[in-house]
């Protein structure tokens, strides 16, 4: 398996557009989360989700961050609109199970100016 | 007060050390992890661990529940182990990750 793929890499954006990050989890997991990861807070639980469905999404930090699974091999992480604090590193992980140990995307640089 | 606290938040070493990163947590747990985070940003889950000890290769983790610590240990140290270190904890009530602010560990040949 290619691990997690997260797209893009790199996306740098001006204040007040959406983004929208992508993430591709290992085929069989069935837990998927969203972090993020800043100098200021270090690394941050966003959204996770179980079987396509979010279970805890009390990590996200506005209602200007939203995230869908509409099936077990794809996810994305949205904001709309974007503003500068949003500028971070975004991960994405899975796990076969919600418990269990988490492997990591390479993540999204998201710059906002 | 953190919930997870790491020390050192810095750490410089010799090639060949032994080298012991500490994770204290305040909060009940039903498991603790070790990330590993390169300079390119990628990361690496290291262990998962519940209870006593854990080894691969040249890297062991302990953890005692009743003392809430847990110690990353790495034999003969390697400049390729130059990274940041993450302690996360899993809350045993929330079943949330918690993470620690990670140590930066650089190895020098």
């Known amino acids: 398996d290619a691990g997690v793929i997260q797209s893009p890499r790199h996306e740098v954006t001006e204040m007040g557009q959406e983004v929208t990050l992508r993430c591709k989890p290992i085929s069989g997991h069935n837990s998927l989360f969203w972090y993020r990861q800043t100098m200021m807070r270090g690394l941050e639980l966003l959204i996770y989700f179980n079987n396509n469905v979010p279970i805890d999404d009390s990590g996200m930090p506005e209602d200007r961050f939203s995230a869908k699974m509409p099936n077990a091999s794809f996810s994305t992480l949205k904001i709309q609109p974007s503003e500068p604090r949003d500028s971070a590193v975004y991960f994405c992980?899975?796990?076969?199970?919600?418990?269990?140990?988490?492997?990591f995307g390479q993540g999204t640089r998201l710059t906002v100016v | 007060k953190n919930e997870v606290e790491q020390s050192p938040q810095n750490l410089t070493a010799q090639e060949g050390e032994f080298i012991t990163i500490n994770c204290s947590y305040s909060v009940g747990i039903s498991a603790l992890h070790w990330l590993q985070q390169h300079p390119g940003g990628g990361i690496v889950s290291l262990f998962m661990?519940?209870?006593g000890k854990k080894k691969h290769g040249r890297l062991i983790a302990t953890i005692n529940i009743q003392e809430k610590h847990s110690s990353l240990h790495i034999t003969a140290s390697h400049p390729r182990d130059s990274a940041v270190y993450i302690c996360a904890v899993r809350s045993g009530n929330t079943d949330k990750l918690i993470f620690g602010t990670g140590t930066r560990l650089q190895v020098f040949p």
């Open positions: 992980a899975s796990s076969l199970l919600q418990n269990t140990e988490a492997f």
């Open positions: 661990l519940s209870s």
